[in-house]
Antibody
């Protein structure tokens, strides 16, 4: 079964780039069987979909939340079986718990989710 | 894309039924049968309890049910139990091949 684990710095300075990694186990990230997503949850707030990447063989396609598109990049490292999130020019509004989650091809539901990782933007 | 609209809170007594609406547009909820619902307990990651509007995964209580009419999807919890106290979020696939979540509803068991 698919298992996901997020990791990365818990503290990022304003204007810098937030970088997170999600290690995938149980399936190859390049299998073409899943869409790999990032989702975040600001303190006391709701869930916000950030984007996903679909990777099959040696190529991938990403799609992003329009409100974040100019600052977000999601990529895959097939050698490490990981997906990554980069969010540039962060502000305090980007402080959140960041989750990675998978959507099996042919479905439209997020399952499973990682446990989440807290990122705080502060100087 | 705008978040789907949910009431901030819904409450009920044990044994009662409650319904949580999730309102979107014809570009998301109304346009696809790809509405899913997630339950989130404090400090935990969300867990999906309904998918494709009304389908329930194995292991999820049949007290949870989903439906849709026009641009509004709904989650009904029947026979409310203390363990149902949590935050609930809807989500929909959209015409842009993106996803959008609802604003979230806190369910309180009185």
């Amino acid at each position: 079964q698919v298992q996901l684990q997020e990791s990365g710095p818990g503290l990022v300075k304003p204007s810098e780039t937030l970088s997170l990694t999600c290690t995938v186990s149980g399936v190859s990230v390049s299998s073409g069987s899943y869409y790999w997503s990032w989702i975040r949850q600001s303190p006391g707030k709701g869930l916000e979909w950030i984007g996903y990447i679909y990777y099959s063989g040696s190529s991938g396609t990403a799609n992003y939340n329009p409100s974040l598109k100019s600052r977000v990049t999601i990529s895959v490292d097939t050698s490490k079986n990981q997906l990554s999130l980069r969010l540039s020019s962060v502000t305090a509004a980007d402080t959140a718990v960041y989750y990675c989650a998978s959507v099996a091809s042919g479905t439209r539901r997020f399952d499973p989710w990682g446990q989440g990782t807290q990122v705080t933007v502060s100087s | 894309q705008s978040a789907l609209t949910q009431p901030a809170s819904v409450s009920g007594s044990p044994g009662q039924s409650i319904t949580i609406p999730c309102t979107g547009t014809s570009s998301d909820v109304g346009g696809y049968n790809y509405v899913s619902w997630y339950q989130q307990h404090p400090g935990k990651a969300p867990k999906f309890i309904i998918f494709d509007v009304s389908r329930r995964p194995s292991g999820v209580s049949n007290r949870f049910s989903g439906s849709k009419s026009g641009n509004t999807a709904s989650l009904t919890i029947s026979g409310l139990q203390a363990e149902d106290e949590a935050d609930y979020y809807c989500s929909s696939f959209t015409s842009s091949a993106t996803y959008v979540f609802g604003t979230g509803t806190k369910v309180t068991v009185l």
